[in-house]
């Protein structure tokens, strides 16, 4: 599926939309397709980290995405197996308290479960007490923090006091993702890491997974 | 009308304009000392832009929104809903801070206004977001992506009829109202007449007249704390905002996804919109100099940041219009100071290309050493301090983060010293040890 990969890595939409529903109809199975897409999506990754794609063709990749899951969907059967790639880690993902930003999280979303981590979204303005509370049920390798606002310094602050306070911080990684994310905030924060963009994010998550 | 000024370059316009703001002429000054101080603080900020001469100091203008209020002990909410408090609040600030320029106290904004309106463009305290927090934009696509051609024809009737419908729930009725142009004649009047009287449209007229009502109200119990503080020696850091281009259409129509898939989907339709976008953005910012006799003119940039887009795209889809719009405020007079936020280091070639010392950079998170070498003597620069270390950071740090600052970007000439982000909070010792290190390494 050569020519999938590469009108999704190309950006061409209609033309991959168009080879899905070929594919489909010659009897590829469904989890081939996505395959494929995954595939291509790291390439786009990879092309984010070059300096040669930006936000747009992220975005349009991830669009791309989830117009093939759309068509896909309807023939995934409900008792079949998870053939899905064994998860290599948990991610637990969330805008902080107080901000209602989402486009880098999404985008963070996206990649983290291209690159194989079952991710679990609280959404926006997640407040302290729940992101904490989800930490403990979920029990992920990695709390990931967005916030572009500075108000989410305090919040995402008030996150990794919390973990300490419930056990949960030794057990975790701790990132945190945002436009004025930077090695002050880090500290004061008490993170692991500090990204201001998606892909790089999901390197320290690899990286951390041992992978 | 100043003589002459048709016939004048952009430069001599700029000059009689910054020249006429730095005296401070029509301003009732407290005393000769505050008349005296306004004088010198607005020529610091004169000289930095124009680059003719190294101010006596580099001159220090945060620029803050919600920030003196929350250092003055409010919430975003009471600031919000009472014009006296913003007051007060910037009349503290600017002599307490003693800063250069003070902030565009305004632009906090009321909320019974919003309330009024059935305003959704924006969450704000108390509706949708915390009482101690500033107001966050509720990005989203409200423009579709057929709505292009309307918009391109006709911005105002697409703004009025279909965008005020989708943004503002009071005036959702006006999406019924027909164009203007039937006015043109007596016998095509009748449509847009009649329609005018329906009682959805009436009922969001009476919302936009109510609206109108409690801004005046707002803005004639604001405007003499306003000029107690001109009066007190402290310039207001602007006198107008516009915006580029395509923040314009991704900010508040397109939405940021959407319009980045624009930019493979529909680039046609993207580059005709961003060019007649251009006109409108150069009148606001001009006219709204001209009402506060400030020729500073305030472009916050959004979405040419490093990672938003390529080099390509940048040249293709972002820079154009802004240089339009950029050399359009100048033509008319008007000092463009674009507050550059993210990184701009693969940009600043870009920004290279604008003619000597006409507008003015303040930075995020630019390499700010780079920026010297790139636009010293180009183009007035600014910013590149770090706002996490306002929040978070020690007095100690802070001084020695502003020295190093200082020592990479003030140069012979041609700095602001501002800190790279709009503050929403700070911390009264970090901001006064900004400050203080500034005026007292600042020195040429």
């Known amino acids: 599926m050569q020519d999938l990969i590469n009108a999704v890595v190309d950006m061409k939409e209609d033309e991959a939309l168009a080879l899905v529903r070929k594919y489909l109809e010659a009897g590829t199975s469904p989890m081939q397709v996505m395959d494929a897409y995954k595939e291509a999506l790291g390439i786009v990754g990879r092309r984010f980290e070059e300096g040669v794609y930006f936000v747009p063709e992220l975005i349009l990749a991830g669009e791309m995405m989830k117009a093939a899951s759309e068509v896909v969907k309807p023939l995934v059967k409900s ?6 790639t064994q998860r290599i880690g948990k991610f637990l993902l969330g805008t902080v308290q107080g901000d209602i930003h989402d486009i880098g999280k999404d985008m963070v979303h996206m990649l983290m479960e291209i690159n194989g981590f079952e991710v679990k979204d609280l959404g926006v303005d997640v407040p302290t007490r729940r992101f904490c509370d989800e930490a403990l049920e979920f029990q992920p390798d990695i709390v990931g923090m967005s916030g572009l606002l500075t108000l989410s310094f305090e919040s995402m602050k008030q996150v990794v006091d919390c973990l300490k306070e419930v056990g949960m911080r030794e057990k975790v990684k701790v990132i945190i993702g945002g436009g004025q994310m930077d090695e002050h905030a880090c500290r004061y924060i008490g993170a692991d890491a500090w990204v201001v963009d998606a892909v790089k994010g999901v390197k320290y998550a690899l990286k951390w997974m041992g992978k | 009308m100043i003589e002459g000024w048709q016939k004048m370059s952009a430069s001599q316009k700029q000059e009689v304009f910054l020249a006429k703001w730095a005296s401070g002429e029509g301003i009732q000054f407290a005393d000769d000392e505050a008349k005296a101080a306004y004088q010198h603080r607005a020529g610091l900020i004169k000289d930095a832009i124009q680059l003719k001469k190294a101010p006596k100091r580099v001159p220090i203008v945060p620029v ?3 920030a003196p209020v929350m250092l003055f002990g409010y919430s975003a909410k009471q600031a919000m809903y009472d014009p006296h408090i913003i007051g007060k609040v910037l009349l503290d600030y600017s002599r307490h801070y003693d800063v250069d320029a003070t902030f ?10 919003l309330e009024v309106l059935g305003y959704d463009l924006y969450k704000w305290p108390g509706h949708g977001i915390r009482e101690d927090q500033g107001y966050q934009f509720v990005e989203k696509a409200y423009m579709q992506a057929e709505d292009y051609d309307h918009f391109i024809a006709d911005p105002t009737d697409y703004w009025l009829r279909v965008w005020f419908p989708r943004t503002h729930s009071a005036l959702k009725p006006l999406a019924q109202m027909p164009p203007l142009y039937g006015t043109m004649e007596l016998p095509m009047a009748g449509p847009w007449l009649c329609t005018l009287g329906a009682p959805p449209i009436q009922e969001a007229l009476k919302a936009l007249l109510e ?12 405007g003499p704390y306003i000029g107690q503080t001109f009066g007190s020696g402290y310039p207001m850091c602007a006198g107008a905002a516009t915006k580029a281009p395509f923040d314009t259409l991704g ?9 980045m898939m624009d930019l493979y989907r529909r680039p046609d339709k993207v580059l005709e919109a961003v060019d007649r976008i251009v006109p409108l953005m150069i009148s606001m910012g001009v006219g709204g100099a001209m009402a506060n006799n400030n020729p500073l003119v305030f472009i916050p940039l959004h979405k040419g ?26 033509e008319n007079g008007c000092v463009p100071v674009c507050f550059v936020e993210g990184g701009y280091n693969q940009r600043l070639e870009f920004l290279a290309e604008l003619p000597h010392g006409q507008c003015a950079f303040i930075f995020d998170r630019t390499d700010m050493a780079r920026a010297r070498q790139v636009l010293g003597g180009k183009s007035c620069i600014g910013g590149g301090f770090p706002v996490s270390l306002i929040i978070t950071g020690s007095a100690g740090e802070v001084e020695e983060e502003t020295r190093k600052l200082l020592n990479a970007a003030a140069g012979d000439g041609g700095y602001i010293l501002s800190i790279g982000c709009a503050m929403d909070e700070a911390r009264e010792h970090t901001l006064k040890a900004f400050i203080e290190t500034g005026k007292k390494y600042g020195k040429y």
């Open chain 2, 104 to 113: 565009i106290a305004p632009m906090i904004m009321h909320g019974p206004v």
């Open chain 2, 64 to 66: 803050t929104v919600f």
């Open chain 2, 211 to 222: 609206a109108g009502r409690l801004s005046f109200e707002w803005i004639q119990a604001l």
């Open chain 2, 305 to 330: 940041a490093d990672g938003f887009m390529s080099n390509d795209q940048f040249k293709k889809f972002y820079w154009p219009s802004l240089k339009k719009v950029i050399l359009g405020l100048a």
């Open chain 2, 251 to 259: 900010d508040s129509f397109r939405g940021t996804t959407e319009l």
């Open chain 1, 79 to 84: 008792d079949k197996p998870n053939a899905e």
